[in-house]
Antibody, heavy 118, light 113 residues
Framework: QVQLRQSGAEVKKPGASVNISCKAF????????IHWVRQIPGQGLDWMGI????????TFARSFRDRVTMTSETSTTTVYMELRGLTSDDTALYFC????????????WGQGTMVTVS | DIVMTQSPDSLAVPLGERATITCRSS????????????VAWYQQKPGQPPRLLFT???SRESGVPARFHGSGSGTYFTLTLSSLQAEDVAVYYC?????????FGQGTRVEVK
């Protein structure tokens, strides 16, 4: 079954970093890009960046560029997203999602990881 | 960046009635060579991740009920629910994947009146 499974909820202090994992199941891992999307409680969807597991390259949204890193581990079919310099404004639900080769919309999503900065 | 603007922000429709959501993009998202509009629609229910409903503005994903209809071209798009069901209560988002950064509309909350 095709799915993305994310790591569990995190509680962090301001200034700390968080590392969220997204493990892929049921499809050829390197053939699909992985995106990260943030959703502040009660608000909309905010694209953070894209990772290409085939070559390890990533591109980030301007607002996250200075403090986000995305990596992938082909052997474990897992993508990681690290966000540094956390503030209370980073309290949100973080999703990973894949986009298939035939289009760039997001057809499979992880369940989300809640990060609370307090 | 391409800005996606949805309207309304929320709407309440009686069961069985039509619900229409519009989405405008600040730039054209129609690729002339392929004649495809790089717009997707998502449904998000409380406590769940978004679910992809449509790609290419009007291509329904597998398993999406036929009462959902996506249309539009260029900079103007609509998502129509022809006969609202209780299970359709959700927030709906449009998204452009024409150019980076990917951007979403602000969302439209659909409720039963």
């Amino acid at each position: 079954q095709v799915q993305l499974r994310q790591s569990g909820a995190e509680v962090k202090k301001p200034g700390a970093s968080v590392n969220i994992s997204c493990k892929a199941f049921g499809y050829p891992f390197i053939d699909y890009h992985i995106h990260w999307v943030r959703q502040i409680p009660g608000q909309g969807l905010d694209w953070m960046g894209i990772m290409d597991p085939k070559n390890g390259r990533s591109t980030f949204a301007r607002s996250f560029r200075d403090r986000v890193t995305m990596t992938s581990e082909t052997s474990t079919t897992t993508v990681y997203m690290e966000l540094r310099g956390l503030t209370s404004d980073d309290t949100a639900l973080y999703f990973c999602a894949r986009d298939p080769p035939d289009h760039d919309a997001f057809d499979v999503w992880g369940q989300g990881t809640m990060v609370t900065v307090s | 960046d391409i800005v996606m603007t949805q309207s309304p922000d929320s709407l309440a429709v009686p069961l069985g009635e039509r619900a229409t959501i519009t989405c405008r993009s600040s730039q054209n998202v129609l690729q002339i060579s392929s004649r495809k509009n790089y717009v997707a629609w998502y449904q998000q229910k409380p406590g769940q991740p978004p679910r992809l409903l449509f790609t290419w503005a009007s291509s329904r994903e597998s398993g999406v009920p036929a009462r959902f209809h996506g249309s539009g071209s260029g900079t103007y798009f609509t998502l129509t629910l022809s006969s609202l069901q209780a299970e359709d209560v959700a927030v709906y988002y449009c998204q452009q994947f024409y150019s980076r950064p990917w951007t979403f509309g602000q969302g439209t909350r659909v409720e039963v009146k």
